[in-house]
């Protein structure tokens, strides 16, 4: 594409703060420092990794990064400026910022006159000494300086030249980019436009100087942006005007639109979170702030390969958080090139273009066709080709399928959530549907017991099974009868198929389908399982919970067992199975 971008973009990710802060999550030092390689390898320049001396865990995080260093990312220190009514150099909190080691560090400053009388308790102008202090004294200790106006638009809509007369405080004291916070997440897109040329009108900012280059914003051309210039070492100090950022919030649903909104009138630097992590209602989303500025504007942020992926680090770092992926997120959620209308899958399979706004690959993720009772026969080819089942439209066996899934969906069951039972009933219709072990039967039992302090409960599960011919009985127990049921089969079944010991459950999802029967109502189960690598997911349908259990955790490790085998039997023509 024809890129009207005049500037390269630096990208500032700050999950390991400002993500951190989302309720629900707890970061360990281990899972900060998986995040900080991750992020590394993505090919993001600045990455924000707390604030030094504010807690333990911080301070030994920065010491492990100055054992192993990262490959090409600036790791960042983050603090406040310093306390009312006394210097900087005596502010211990700025003692343990230069101790963590960091070239760069990002100080955030009071913009709103409200904050700085009823925060802090101080004078308008003591607030503005704090701000040029604290960047002198940072400067003067060889540290580089990324100012973060805290509340910018409030405070510029409050009181315009005191918001200012901050901005000018931190330019003047040596701060290399001022970064506009919308911290309380009100700001609309036409308001950050409109703000964002007042600042750069009136402080003249936003020059760019990169080492080994002649960038100038008049004359910048796009084949010179080149990622690989833009390492944060490369940004050389030298006497220019500081550059603008931007850091948006999403309490309005409005943050990606605002980033894009400030650069689009010459911000510098994004800064924001892998997968929108943040409080409240979280922060600019970079798995759709990238990819919006690299493939819809025209603007380098990472290299092609590293963008390719962009998915695949977004689904970690949602593991390594311990939250579930958002399966509906722009660009990277499982279902954001999913397409479950007989039209849109027919126009899909003739030109992607039809219904899809890039190449799903261009990110790292991929298309994929949804089954349900809307699906026509188009769905069911598509679907087919993607789990490596080679049918033709007038193959019976294509009629055959789709009756038994709207049969069966007719009946409660979902596969559009649960593949994996899917490609089963494929396989199924198909005949080479393998029956690594015959199940014989199950016996749960449950008690309620009574505690020292509470009540709690205990199952246990008695299965028999049949492998190779040979019947195996095995009992388990489990803090609830599905975990025992899930228990007892791998008991069964882990001296005949190794590898289930590193299956295990990742979720467990129950629906009731028809409320209005009361305790007799048919219940839909879906199970998520993994073996570490791979995820899939599989449906049971039942007016008794327990069996439509057993059926879901039957069939998760039936199929677990599929893809470790990645090989189908008895017809000599069916394909191989594809890696999911």
């Given amino acids: 594409m024809t890129s009207t971008a005049s500037h390269p973009i630096w990208i500032y990710d700050t999950t390991l703060r400002d993500g951190a802060q989302r309720e629900g999550i707890s970061l360990s030092l281990e899972d900060k420092l998986r995040i900080a390689r991750q992020l590394d390898e993505l090919g993001i320049p600045f990455i924000e990794g707390g604030w030094p001396g504010a807690n333990p865990k911080d301070v030994q995080f920065f010491w492990k990064l100055k054992e192993e260093p990262l490959k090409q990312a600036e790791v960042v220190a983050f603090c406040s400026t310093r306390r009312p009514n006394m210097s900087a150099a005596e502010d211990r909190m700025l003692q343990a910022i230069l101790a963590a080691g960091t070239r760069w560090v990002t100080i955030f400053g009071k913009s709103w006159d409200l904050h700085v009388t009823e925060g802090l308790k101080t004078s308008l102008d003591e607030n503005l000494a704090m701000i040029r202090d604290t960047i002198e004294y940072l400067r003067s200790q060889g540290r580089r300086v990324i100012y973060d106006a805290e509340h910018w638009f409030d405070g510029y809509k409050a009181n ?11 330019k003047d004291a040596g701060a290399e980019w001022l970064v506009l916070c919308d911290t309380n997440g009100g700001t609309l897109p036409d308001q950050v436009s409109q703000i964002v040329r007042d600042v750069i009108k009136e402080l003249k900012v936003g020059r760019l100087n990169v080492e080994g280059s002649n ?8 084949a010179n942006l080149q990622p690989a210039n833009l390492q944060p070492a490369n940004l050389q100090p030298a006497n220019l005007q500081p550059m603008l950022g931007i850091h948006t919030h999403n309490d309005s649903d409005t943050a990606v639109a605002n980033a894009l909104a400030a650069v689009s009138e010459g911000a510098c630097m994004v800064q924001g979170t892998i997968n929108g992590y943040g409080e409240r209602c979280g922060n600019a989303n970079l798995c759709s702030v990238i990819p919006n500025l690299q493939l819809k504007l025209g603007y380098s942020c990472i290299q092609d390969n590293q963008l390719a992926r962009l998915t695949q680090a977004s689904r970690l770092i949602s593991e390594i958080v311990n939250l579930a992926p958002n399966d509906h997120a722009a660009f990277v959620g499982r279902s954001a090139f999913a397409h479950k209308g007989g039209i849109h899958v027919s126009a899909v399979a003739k030109n992607p273009l039809t219904y899809e706004h890039i190449q799903p690959e261009q990110i790292g993720n991929q298309r994929r066709i949804v089954i349900s009772d809307q699906s026509g026969l188009s769905n069911v080819l598509a679907k087919a ?13 294509c009629r055959e399928i789709l009756e038994r899934l709207k049969d069966l ?23 080479y549907r393998e029956h690594p072990f015959e199940l014989k039967g199950c ?10 302090s ?7 599960a008695t299965i028999k099974v049949s492998v190779n011919n040979q019947d195996i009985l095995e ?106």
Avoid: C
């Avoid at 315009?160 to 931190?170: F, I």
């Avoid at 969906?409 to 005949?431: C, I, T, V």
């Fill in 160 to 170: 315009r030249e005191y918001a200012l007369k901050t901005l000018r405080a931190a």
């Fill in 215 to 222: 960038f100038q914003p008049a004359n910048l051309q796009p």
């Fill in 385 to 397: 080709r993607s789990f490596g089942h080679d049918l033709d439209k007038k193959d019976p066996a």
């Fill in 409 to 431: 969906e007719n009946q409660g069951y979902q596969f559009e959530a649960a593949e994996a039972s899917f490609d089963l009933l494929m396989r199924d219709a198909l005949g």
């Fill in 443 to 452: 016996q749960i039992h449950s008690d309620m017991l009574q505690g020292v």
């Fill in 454 to 460: 509470k009540p709690y409960s205990n199952s246990v």
């Fill in 475 to 580: 009992v388990a127990e489990g803090n609830g009868p599905v975990s025992a049921l899930d228990a007892a089969l791998r008991k069964a079944l882990v001296n005949f198929y190794p590898e289930i010991a590193d299956f295990h459950l990742t979720d467990y999802k129950v629906r009731i389908l028809d409320g209005a029967a009361g305790t007799s109502a048919k219940t839909r189960v879906l199970v998520e399982s993994s073996n570490g690598e791979q995820r899939w997911t599989t449906v049971g349908v039942s007016s008794n919970i327990l069996e439509a259990s057993y059926e879901a955790v039957v069939e998760g490790i039936e199929y677990g067992l599929l893809l470790e085998s990645s090989a189908k039997t008895p017809l000599s023509h069916a394909p191989a199975l594809k890696e999911r």
